[in-house]
């Protein structure tokens, strides 16, 4: 791999006799990166927005009865084929229309925010778990264990995602949620691992590490204790701006016809049959597809904000 | 007088031409900074001039405005976010802020030019040193590639930089700390400028390396007989190389001397201050003096002087009356020439 | 240089090596049988399927059937489909030029619009046509591909009649322009937000002062210090992204029926045809590996702070 060679800015700028002293007006209080980001976070219209909105989403995971009666598989093929939304019929069954086989879009669109919600937050959450393990224990040890798990990573890494989960999930005859999630997880912790690998590199010879270690901690010790929570920031930038990534794979994938089956209910799936209606009646396919750009959205919004904030050098 | 002499291959003439008096005169300049925490007044008032062949120092802290007026002369503010509301800046009789921007682009480089503090970030890292010189020859004399080259070559053995003609397509990071502020040099001197502003042309470097760039500055100021403004928050750099000081705090010129005096008799407790924190051998021993408190806030600048919160003699009346530069004389009041203080005890500070 | 090259392409075989072996024993070692696909749901002897697995040579041991495929790759042979009977590298040689062509038609759309727009934006930061961008390409980014591929075949089939829902000629490059738009605005979205970014960072940084202060013309300092300070980081994203485009292709290809790899590859998934999934994918690994080799070389060539190591 090329690097670049240290930029070493010369470090003996310790003041010569004589010199004022080159203080910047004082901070009013001394606040940690954390802190700072929830400082600016909370400021920004575009956090609150999204944050807002995946809070709605997280609702409709768990409580999808508090937004309608209705059942997403309840198909009435006789009174309701293709019916068009009746926009003032607002949180209504027929809000939203009905699709090619009679089924209210509007409780479909409420169901169906669980598979995205589940797949987005349950892939990020493995791959997090699984990179930074990886990466911490490459950056850390260093030597042949760093050159094995490094290749290893170029291995995973040089499958295209979309190709290796495709493959992954043809195998399975019963796709549920956790077989997605699993799959998308196998093959999505490259990201991560790399950049564990090279917050704990850049860390590790930071001066604290290198006096924890001279007073005799122990290897887990100073990981969990002193590399970990220094090395985290990075990581959750990554992580958060992948989770909508990961949405946008379960209805891509549920759409091919390789991610959930019915009688799962997924955006990705509705956007599958509303293709064949697309001349005659496209909000069977344009509201689903909305439905999984906004939220993907809402977590990309997210992951900006909280990218902006965590990293203080694009303030 | 017209700024455009495009294919002028014999210098400039130096010093008066149709125009006398000052080379670089600053007249009342005020820069401030909108920001999101509000308008900082980074200049407020400062007046000083600079004549051809001579030095002088601007001495301050950070904030103080020291650098901030010499972008506004040199016309590389950020504007927005800056501003000039009010002030002049004469170069060789005529205001460069009333000047379109293409003028002011031709005088950039060639007529006055500038050193910045940190080479490493200061010069192009993708581009080589022979062609970031060699830019200067193209751009402004309208000289091909190759004589450009031959051009850069001749200036960085001019700056003392060995093996110029082996080095002339290494790239910046290839260099030391020291042959890099030296190429920044070579680069402001290219065109024979009439004034060079040096903004802590040394900081950046050792101790040892400082003396030797500091001696080669000198030494090329001398032969091209051009002005100097030389930007430091060090006192050790200023005595040597300076003819006079101008000391600055909080946007403001609070002190004006020349430098052997400025040294021997403070006339503004700020300056004062300074000189006294300076480690003394014969002190040894003694706990070394330091200002206290913080340099002010520029977009709360204190009321009346903005030294009063951090002066050990401030009475009422500093902290009501802003104090005007005062010109300073002997006690039986004969006038010192080129001295000036913005103190409203001036005379207790250098007499008493 | 030359070693340099070297070392890389040598550490290549490995990965190489590697992730084919990881696609051909998800292929092969996961549950599914290609023979059994074959079959259909019509009822079967026993003993014809196990003579079947015996000829292709399936009821060898997993490695040892990998080890006969990439003996054979290396002879130029792909193997042979068992439903179809025709050879891989048929259906290779009839697809990749289809997905050449989109890719790279996508590849100069991302380029040329992606870097354009992002120039525009980066020039003049935090203004309303910055602002502008960041939104549309915000929302680009979260429209997955198969809901920016409906939306066009909506608007530019349906409502305005300009095209053909779906591509009747995989090959003509008219026909091939609404595919390569849809698969090229993910690219194109990221690659502006990374100009623009870059050039907003390097706009600020401190040799743009110097050319300021050197006397420059505006045009010489964009045009020769920023852009070539603020290209860099673009240039390597644009490599890495050529192997993106081409399984993004898979969807794209899907939607406007364009007979390239992607649909090559999803059919045969569908029919768990081993031999074609894995050298298809194996080719793309390649291109990939390829690319990416590229890139750092490229890199290199445009940074002179990059060392090679």
């Not at chain 2, 506004?72 to 460069?96: N, S, T, W, Y």
């Not at chain 3, 790899?261 to 059919?267: K, L, R």
Request: charged fraction near 20%; aromatic fraction near 8%; proline fraction near 6%.
């Amino acid at each position: 791999m090329p690097e670049k060679t240290a930029e070493k800015h010369v470090t003996d700028k310790a003041p010569a006799p004589g010199a004022v002293a080159e203080a910047g007006p004082a901070p009013a209080k001394a606040r940690s990166l954390w802190s700072d980001a929830w400082h600016d976070l909370r400021r920004n219209p575009m956090f609150l927005v999204s944050s807002a909105l995946i809070a709605l989403l997280l609702v409709m995971t768990f409580a999808p009865g508090l937004f309608t009666s209705a059942s997403p598989r309840d198909a009435d093929l006789a009174e309701h084929y293709l019916q068009p939304p009746n926009w003032g019929h607002f949180f209504a069954p027929d809000w939203l229309g009905y699709d090619g086989q009679g089924r209210s879009i509007y409780a479909r669109i409420v169901y169906g925010a669980r598979a995205s919600i589940l797949v987005g937050v349950g892939v990020t959450v493995l791959v997090t778990i699984l990179g930074t393990f990886i990466g911490m224990i490459a950056g850390y040890f260093g030597g042949w264990i760093d050159s094995l798990l490094s290749r290893l990573t170029d291995v995973f890494f040089g499958i295209p995602f979309l190709l290796g989960a495709l493959v992954v999930l043809t195998t399975f005859e019963n796709r549920t949620v956790w077989v997605v999630i699993l799959a998308l997880a196998f093959l999505g912790w490259t990201q991560i691992a790399r950049v564990a690998r090279g917050a704990v590199i850049t860390v590790k010879q930071a001066d604290y590490v290198v006096a924890a270690k001279a007073l005799g901690a122990s290897t887990g010790r100073i990981l969990m204790k002193h590399i970990l929570p220094n090395a985290l920031a990075p990581i959750i930038v990554v992580a958060t701006i992948a989770l909508g990534g990961y949405i946008a794979a379960e209805a891509t994938l549920s759409f091919l016809g390789v991610g959930l089956a019915e009688p799962a209910v997924s955006w990705g799936l509705d956007v599958s049959t509303g293709r064949e209606q697309l001349r005659n009646a496209p909000f069977t396919l344009i509201i689903p597809s909305v439905m999984v750009s906004i939220t993907v959205l809402s977590f990309l919004m997210f992951g900006d904000a909280v990218r902006n904030a965590l990293d203080p050098k694009l303030r | 007088m017209t700024i455009i002499d495009e294919t002028a291959d014999i210098p400039a003439p130096r010093g008066s031409e149709d125009h006398t008096g000052p080379l670089l005169e600053v007249r009342d300049l005020h820069v401030e900074f909108h920001t999101r925490d509000g308008v900082a007044k980074a200049v407020n008032g400062v007046n000083y001039s600079v004549d051809a062949g001579e030095t002088l120092a601007v001495l301050g802290e950070s904030g103080s405005g020291k650098s901030v007026t010499a972008q506004a002369v040199m016309g590389i503010l950020d504007m927005p976010p800056g501003r000039i509301p009010k002030g002049e800046i004469l170069f060789r009789g005529q205001d460069m802020l009333k000047m379109s921007g293409e003028e002011r682009r031709k005088i950039r480089g060639r007529r006055i030019a500038m050193i910045f503090q940190d080479a490493l970030s200061s010069l192009n890292p993708v581009l080589s040193v022979g062609y970031q010189l060699g830019e200067m020859f193209r751009v402004h004399e309208g000289l091909s590639k190759k004589e450009a080259k031959a051009k850069a070559i001749e200036m960085m053995d001019r700056v003392k930089i060995p093996a110029a003609a082996a080095r002339v397509n290494d790239y910046p990071h290839q260099f030391s700390g020291g042959m890099r502020q030296r190429i920044m040099i070579a680069m402001a001197l290219a065109l024979e400028p009439d004034l060079i502003i040096a903004d802590e042309p040394t900081t950046a470097l050792d101790v040892t390396v400082q003396a030797q760039v500091m001696d080669l500055l000198a030494e090329l100021q001398r032969e091209y007989h051009m002005g100097l403004i030389l930007i430091t928050h060090d006192l050790g750099v200023v005595a040597d190389v300076a003819d006079k000081i101008a000391v600055m705090y909080a946007g403001r010129i609070v002190e004006r001397a020349p430098v052997h005096e400025l040294y021997k008799r403070p006339a503004h407790p700020y300056t004062k201050g300074l000189l006294d924190s300076i480690p003394r051998l014969d002190q040894k021993g003694q706990e070394l003096y330091a200002i206290k408190g913080l340099p002010p806030n520029l977009t709360r600048i204190p009321s009346g002087c903005a030294f009063n919160p951090r002066c050990p003699q401030a009475q009422d009346i500093c902290r009501t009356d802003i104090p005007p530069l005062h010109g300073v004389t002997e006690q039986d009041g004969t006038e010192l020439p080129g001295r000036a203080s913005a103190c409203h005890f001036w005379k207790e500070t250098i007499h008493g | 240089m030359g070693r340099y090259v070297a070392r890389r392409l040598l550490q290549m075989i490995p990965v190489f090596i590697g992730s084919t072996l990881l696609i051909f024993l998800m292929m092969y070692a996961l549950p599914g049988d290609p023979v059994r696909a074959l079959m259909g749901d019509q009822a079967f002897d026993p003993a014809v399927v196990a003579n079947i697995r015996k000829d292709l040579g399936l009821d060898q041991p997993i490695l040892q059937q990998y080890a006969n495929y990439l003996g054979g790759l290396f002879q130029g042979d792909f193997g042979t489909e068992i439903g179809s009977q025709r050879p891989v590298a048929d259906i290779i040689a009839d697809a990749f030029p289809v997905t050449i062509r989109l890719t790279l038609f996508a590849f100069a759309f991302t380029v040329f619009v992606g870097v354009g727009l992002g120039i525009v934006a980066g020039l003049r930061p935090d203004t309303l046509q910055d602002r502008g961008l960041l939104t549309l390409t915000l929302v680009l980014i979260s429209m997955p591909s198969f809901v920016l591929g409906f939306l066009m075949q909506y608007l530019f089939a349906f409502q305005w009649q300009l095209t053909t829902p779906t591509v009747r000629d995989s090959m003509n490059f008219g026909e091939l322009m609404l595919p390569a738009i849809v698969l090229g605005s993910l690219s194109l979205a990221y690659v502006a937000r990374l100009t623009r970014t870059s050039m907003a960072e390097n706009l600020r940084a401190d040799y743009m002062r110097t050319a300021v202060a050197k006397g420059l013309p505006k045009r010489r300092i964009v045009g020769v210090h920023l852009m070539r300070n603020s290209l860099i980081p673009v240039v390597t994203f644009l490599g890495t992204d050529i192997g993106n485009l081409m399984t993004g292709a898979i969807v794209t290809e899907g939607i406007f029926n364009v007979k390239g790899v992607g649909n090559a590859i999803y059919e045969a998934l569908i029919r768990r045809e081993g031999a074609t999934v894995v050298g298809i994918a194996s080719l793309i690994v390649l291109v990939y590996l390829a690319t990416s080799l590229l890139v750092d070389l490229l890199y290199a060539v445009l940074d002179p702070r990059i060392r090679y190591a």
